[in-house]
């Protein structure tokens, strides 16, 4: 007998006993023990929230809220500030996951934010306070994002939007996703403002939260190295997917939510 059952006959009994209010609790009790985490996905630079579709059918499919946050991707504090937000418009306990560059606004967004319960980075940027984006990318060998941006679009308050050139953004970005899909994100794609990557970070909310990570070994924007590098100083619990590429929770969205799912029951 479960702990709801159980929960639900000591009601029953308790009509005849006159200890209602106790069987009441402990019913209660078994509500709020059955109660799953939301799941909050952060997307990052040239994605945007369509990119969790697949994980969010897994998820929703057994049984999790889910929210996908818009990243406004113009910089990291505000950025963050926009997700903690979010989070304090929900209820109850929280996993927050980011993907590439929202794992350095995740980082930033659950520092005090108490209902934030666990982390899970997404072929994501864990930054340490101090450093940026763009730092981590070229502290190891390996990312070729470089060489696939197109020309920057310049905006009125004097910044640039950056892209990924729409014919090199399937090879780059989402390999191992199918060619037609791979294009559709090329047209979709959303800019990250250049001094975003280039923001420091100011908190590193991994430090005080238990954190999971998932990557690819075929990452093309992150070098696979530095994923290592930061899951491993972040102690965080780690998935590593053989010949996956950027965007896992688009090729691999199962595996992706599996990671999310073990995050949640290991958070709470």
Do not use: C
Not at 128 to 144: I, K
């Amino acid at each position: 007998m479960n702990l709801r059952s159980f929960a639900v006959l000591m009601t029953t009994a308790a009509t005849s006993l006159g200890l209602l209010g106790t069987a009441g609790a402990a019913v209660r009790a078994a509500d709020a023990a059955a109660v799953k985490p939301t799941i909050v996905l952060v997307h990052g630079a040239f994605a945007e929230s369509s990119s969790w579709d697949g994980v969010i059918d897994v998820l929703s499919r057994d049984g999790y809220p889910v929210v996908a946050a818009a990243n406004p991707l113009r910089g990291v504090a505000s950025d963050a500030a926009d997700v903690k937000a979010v989070l304090g418009s929900i209820r109850g306990p929280v996993v927050l996951v980011g993907h590439s560059y929202g794992g350095t606004v995740i980082s930033a967004a659950a520092h005090g934010a108490t209902n934030v319960k666990a982390l899970v980075y997404v072929a994501a940027f864990a930054p340490a306070a101090g450093e940026t984006s763009l730092a981590l990318t070229s502290r190891f060998p390996g990312s070729t994002l470089s060489n696939t941006l197109a020309t920057p679009v310049l905006l009125p308050s004097g910044a640039h939007d950056l892209y990924i050139d729409r014919a090199k953004f399937p090879h780059q970005f989402a390999a191992d996703v199918p060619l037609a899909q791979g294009k559709r994100m090329a047209a979709t794609q959303r800019p990250v403002v250049d001094a975003a990557l280039n923001e420091r970070s100011s908190v590193a909310a991994w430090t005080s939260l238990p954190s999971w990570s998932v990557y690819g070994t075929a990452d093309l924007n992150i070098p696979p190295a530095a994923l290592a590098f930061m899951a491993k100083r972040a102690h965080s619990k780690t998935i590593v997917i053989q010949g996956a590429s950027h965007v896992i929770m688009v090729s691999h969205p199962k595996q992706g939510a599996t990671v999310i799912e073990a995050a949640a029951e290991g958070g709470r």
